[in-house]
């Protein structure tokens, strides 16, 4: 794996995950690029995305796992959610059917994560406040249930994009400091330092087991 | 009585005197006596009576004679006084007369020597004047040279005229000297009439190098010359190289045209439009063409300006070069134009977007800027942009039908061949110039539809084979890009796919493992016990366990048997270790809580060793 040009403490997975169509993709590209894509194609399988960012005075690389919302790359995207360490759960707020499926998004997050995992709730396209179909109480309410952090967001206005990704970095940095998060793990979406030799590694309890719950 | 004796005291005096004397030492009373003896002849009383009246008659008769004698004297005297006088007063007429011709001739003398000052004078200026002449003025055959002979007026510019141009120059300069020492008008005049002649001559110099630049061949010494002189006159010098360069142009784009059309003389080079069926022999001869056309033209066009040293002349010869160049843009642009959109084959794009980039270099060491530089610019934007749609083209027509994955998972021929596509055209890349954005963008047209391919075909597989199928063709992409610098966000994006995929692959292959060896009831027996003794609980009797001992024992024996059958299919024996590897790890893991359980004495097993002989630490030697 190359390091690149720049020098980071940290590399974090992340992945965006949500239904068809609520702006996964335009909300990464908004993170990555500052830019809204107004045309944005379907993705196919996942995409990548990566920036560094700063958190407490420490350089962290995130690894954006962009994944398809279509049903039938499922197969393809779960091998993402292993080893990611923050999961931005999109819905647009537009459209109350991409709200009633986060919690089947949510189990499958639970399944395939490991507990430390962070997961963020997003409610995009926020511009478009008059077509709302979710309101923010009700769906505060849902990500307090579930222990989600939340806000709404625009990926066309950018408004809470970049607070979103960092706030879930700043909650991944702070698992490290309490040591809830265990960096030798494979699956805690975490590496200390970028290239580093010998971490391909797994320590392997926890993923057997998650692994046989999933099958 | 006394008186007495002196008185006869001084009468015996004088007697005594008297007789004392002596008659013979008496000169006069000789001479006297000698006269008397001449008229005394005879000693006779009557005669001595008579002497005396004799002697006085005789004095009378001596005076008379004498008076008479004398008057004569006198007379003749007188007649002399006369004649003096005479001669003394024409004397003094003379005088006076002299003394008056003596003056005119001082004013006449006077009136010689100041005209002779005059003529000294006269001379100097004279020879001043001549000199002056010499140095100020132009003799007829230099104007004749300057100017031209006014009946023949197309009489040919001479290296004469350079000579006459300099003293001109000179004379001018002179004249500023001439100015310091008083003679302002004069100066005046003579710079003006320099000025006139230079102008003049310039003028006609100018028409006469017009004339002469538009045949190279005549690119004598007599032209640059003319050309060196005529710098000092922007507007005129600006006028012969815009002519040059309008003639120069004509000439370049005539040779163009019949190099493309008629070749060489008598055919050979043969026109190289008889090559156009083959874009980048066609290109690439056009751009040949240019390439050593042009600084031909650049030489001759230096050659011109070659005694110039203005300040501009740098930027001068940039932008006659850029005018001479601008002829051949239209028929440049016309025919590469047509290649381009023509020609449909990527890789022959990418040969000649990388010749026009390679060619628009060279060409601009000589010629900068201008319509060519721009044209070129425009043509290497377009071959680039072209170049990019054709190879997008080209992979979304092999990736157009999503094809499923043989059954040996490897990457199927599509993949196989945009790889090698791939690879062909960044080993070009990888040697051109700015090759850091070709080779990404080339990536990008390539990798990312065939990573979504791949995507795609592997949604329609189970997991396991969507693992070592995404796995094998990454690390074919991998493989592939590896050998390029500049490909380290693509190389990490495939590496992180990867390692994704080799998770799933290694709880699948664990999993597998688990299952295989029965292991799975009592995993789950010993994540979950709390109190019981293991050996109480069904399940986990020393004889079940001794059966999943014997498979385990099949494993040691033979370590690939139990692996999928799907992870012998990976290409990367990297991959393949790996995902063995860490599935054993987890298999050890297991073993190693069933170990400590076993020999746990609260669990009440007998015998322990008999049941698990095998520590962790041997088994997991045996496994690696």
Not at chain 2, 286 to 314: G, R, T
């Amino acid at each position: 794996m190359s390091a690149g040009p720049y020098n980071y403490s940290y590399i974090f997975k992340y992945i965006i995950i949500g239904d068809m169509g609520v702006g996964k993709s335009c909300l990464l590209h908004q993170f990555t690029e500052k830019k809204f894509m107004s045309d944005c194609p379907h993705t196919i399988g996942v995409e990548f995305g990566t920036r560094i960012i700063e958190v407490a005075g420490q350089k962290i690389k995130l690894q954006i796992w962009d994944t398809a919302g279509q049903e039938r790359f499922r197969a393809v995207t779960r091998s993402y959610y292993r080893g990611a360490a923050g999961a931005l759960m999109v819905y647009d707020i537009t459209r109350r059917s991409t709200y009633n499926h986060l919690s089947s998004w949510l189990t499958d997050t639970r399944n395939l994560t490991n507990p430390s995992t962070v997961i963020f709730l997003i409610g995009n396209k926020c511009d478009l406040e008059g077509q709302r179909d979710v309101t923010y109480e009700e769906a505060k309410q849902f990500a307090d249930e579930n222990g989600l952090m939340f806000v709404e967001a625009s990926a066309k206005t950018g408004q809470n994009v970049e607070e979103a990704f960092l706030e879930t970095a700043r909650k991944i940095y702070q698992s490290i400091q309490d040591g809830r998060l265990d960096l030798n793990a494979a699956e805690s979406g975490v590496q200390h330092k970028p290239s580093q030799p010998g971490r391909n590694t797994l320590s392997n309890d926890q993923q057997f087991n998650k692994d046989n719950c999933a099958c | 009585m006394r008186e007495l004796p002196e008185k006869e005291n001084v009468l015996s005096k004088r007697l005594n005197k008297l007789l004392e004397t002596r008659v013979e030492n008496d000169h006069d009373t000789l001479e006297a006596l000698k006269e008397l003896s001449t008229f005394y002849c005879d000693n006779s009383l009557q005669a001595r009576r008579n002497l005396r009246s004799q002697i006085e008659k005789r004095s009378l008769q001596i005076n008379e004679n004498f008076l008479s004698e004398f008057r004569e004297v006198k007379e003749s005297f007188d007649s002399i006084y006369n004649d003096i006088a005479d001669m003394s007063k024409s004397l003094e007429d003379m005088t006076l007369r002299l003394q008056n011709a003596k003056r005119q001739t001082k004013h006449l003398l006077e009136q010689t020597s100041s005209y002779e000052n005059e003529i000294a004078k006269n001379e100097m200026q004279q020879k001043v004047a001549t000199a002056f002449l010499n140095k100020f003025i132009l003799t007829h055959e230099e104007l004749v040279a300057l100017h031209g002979n006014k009946q023949k007026r197309d009489l040919v510019i001479t290296p004469e005229i350079f000579v006459v141009l300099d003293k001109v120059q000179r004379i001018h300069n002179d004249c500023k000297t001439l100015m310091q020492s008083g003679y302002q008008t004069l100066a005046l005049d003579v710079m003006e009439q320099m000025t006139l002649h230079q102008e003049g001559a310039l003028e006609r110099l100018y028409h006469w190098t017009q004339n002469h630049c538009r045949n190279v061949e005549n690119l004598t010494d007599l032209l640059t010359q003319a050309m060196c002189r005529l710098q000092d006159r922007p507007v005129l010098f600006k006028y012969v190289i815009d002519e040059y360069c309008i003639s120069r142009r004509a000439v370049l784009v005539g040779e163009f045209i019949d190099a493309l059309t008629r070749g060489g003389p008598s055919g050979n080079p043969a026109p190289i439009e008889m090559r156009a069926h083959d874009p980048h022999v066609y290109v690439t001869d056009i751009l040949v063409w240019l390439n050593k056309a042009i600084p031909i033209e650049n030489q001759n066009l230096h050659l011109l300006v070659s005694l110039c040293n203005k300040e501009d002349k740098y930027e001068l010869l940039t932008n006659a070069m850029a005018s001479i160049c601008e002829g051949i843009c239209h028929p440049l642009k016309i025919r590469i134009d047509k290649i381009l959109n023509a020609s449909t084959q990527s890789s022959s794009l990418y040969a000649i977007t990388n010749l026009i980039r390679y060619y628009k270099k060279s060409i601009g060491k000589v010629s900068e800027g201008g319509l060519l530089a721009l044209t070129l610019s425009e043509l290497q934007e377009k071959s680039e942009q072209i170049f990019l749609i054709a190879l997008q083209q080209q992979v979304s027509n092999c990736l157009v039908r999503v094809e499923t994955p043989p059954r040996d998972l490897s990457p199927t021929p599509a993949i196989n061949h945009l790889l090698s596509v791939m690879r062909d055209m960044l080993s070009t890349a990888s040697m051109s110039e700015g090759r850091e954005t070709d080779m990404g963008k080339i990536v990008q047209c390539v990798l990312d539809p065939l990573l979504r391919a791949v995507n795609e075909q592997s949604s329609r597989l189970p997991p396991t084979d969507m693992a070592v199928y995404m796995l094998n063709c990454m690390y074919a992409m991998q493989t592939c890009l590896s050998l390029y610098e500049f490909m380290d966000d693509k190389l990490e994006r495939l590496q992180a796919q990867s390692d994704a995929q080799l998770d799933t692959l290694t709880s699948e292959q664990a999993s597998s493992l688990v299952a295989n060896l029965n292991l799975g009831p009592i995993y789950t027996i010993l994540q979950d016990h709390a109190h019981a003794p293991l050996s109480g609980i069904p399940g986990m009797e020393p004889g079940n366990l001794r059966n999943f001992l014997s498979k385990l024992d099949m494993l040691v024996s033979l370590p690939d048997s139990m692996l999928l059958q799907q992870i012998h299919l990976l290409s990367s024996s990297k991959h393949k270790k790996s995902v063995q590897k860490r599935a054993f790890d987890v298999l050890l893991a297991i073993y190693k809580q069933l170990y400590e359980g076993v020999y746990d004495a609260n669990n009440l097993y007998e015998n322990p060793a008999s049941i698990l002989p095998r520590t962790p630490s041997e088994l997991m030697k045996m496994l690696s």
